[in-house]
T-cell receptor, first 114, second 115 residues
Framework: AQSVTQLDSQVPVFEEAPVELRCNYS??????LFWYVQYPNQGLQLLLK??????LVKGINGFEAEFNKSQTSFHLRKPSVHISDTAEYFC????????????FGTGTQLKVEL | DTGVSQDPRHKITKRGQNVTFRCDPI?????LYWYRQTLGQGPEFLTY????????KSRLLSDRFSAERPKGSFSTLEIQRTEQGDSAMYLC?????????????FGDGTRLSIL
């Protein structure tokens, strides 16, 4: 079985500052990793994914994440945040087989302040 | 690509009543997933279909819950004899199947409130 840990439940940051949202996973097999964003009263929107290849992946809205197998991490970063980035961010993991069901972390609330 | 559609968006009902939610996936997606999200938590897997076959059910899915996808297109999730603990956001997602992992596309969810 796999699991995901998002240690930071809330991250406050000023507009135009950089931000990093942390995600660590555990699994006994090779995994595939995702970051999703959720705005209030909406579903989840895919930000980016790591399936294979380059460990640095770029996503929408200027976000990027780096897969680190030795540290079992997949941290999300953005060099300069905007007010509109205020939302809940979820890290998720899946593996081949088993229908590719996703296991999510508990989420990190990013609050961008002026 | 019209996206994943869920209906209703909100449902308020009294404890003990039955409720049914509908999900229309992206048309060319043959996999359909149901997740449940409670306040302050990430979504938790409930069940998934490949075409019309329900291939896996989570232990979270008690015998009061039933899901169907009769023609391999839309799906319904029914909860019988609702309880306070069923209050949550119910999310539907769809994806293609294949050799390569495909990201799941989510609907906006149905928020269920039990009075």
């Amino acid at each position: 079985a796999q699991s995901v840990t998002q240690l930071d439940s809330q991250v406050p940051v000023f507009e135009e500052a950089p931000v990093e949202l942390r995600c660590n996973y555990s699994s006994s097999v090779s995994v595939y990793l995702f970051w999703y964003v959720q705005y209030p009263n909406q579903g989840l929107q895919l930000l980016l994914k790591y399936l294979s290849g380059s460990t640095l992946v770029k996503g929408i809205n200027g976000f990027e994440a780096e897969f680190n197998k030795s540290q079992t991490s997949f941290h999300l970063r953005k060099p300069s945040v905007h007010i509109s980035d205020t939302a809940e961010y979820f890290c998720a993991v899946t593996r081949t087989g088993g229908g590719n069901k996703l296991t999510f972390g508990t989420g990190t609330q990013l609050k961008v302040e002026l | 690509d019209t996206g994943v559609s869920q209906d209703p968006r909100h449902k308020i009902t009294k404890r003990g009543q039955n409720v049914t939610f509908r999900c229309d996936p992206i048309s060319e997606h043959n996999r359909l997933y149901w997740y449940r999200q409670t306040l302050g938590q990430g979504p938790e897997f409930l069940t998934y279909f490949q075409n019309e076959a329900q291939l896996e059910k989570s232990r979270l899915l008690s015998d009061r819950f039933s899901a169907e996808r009769p023609k391999g297109s839309f799906s319904t999730l029914e909860i019988q004899r609702t309880e306070q603990g069923d209050s949550a956001m119910y999310l539907c997602a769809s994806s293609p199947s294949g050799q390569v992992i495909q990201p799941q596309h989510f609907g906006d969810g149905t928020r269920l409130s039990i009075l």
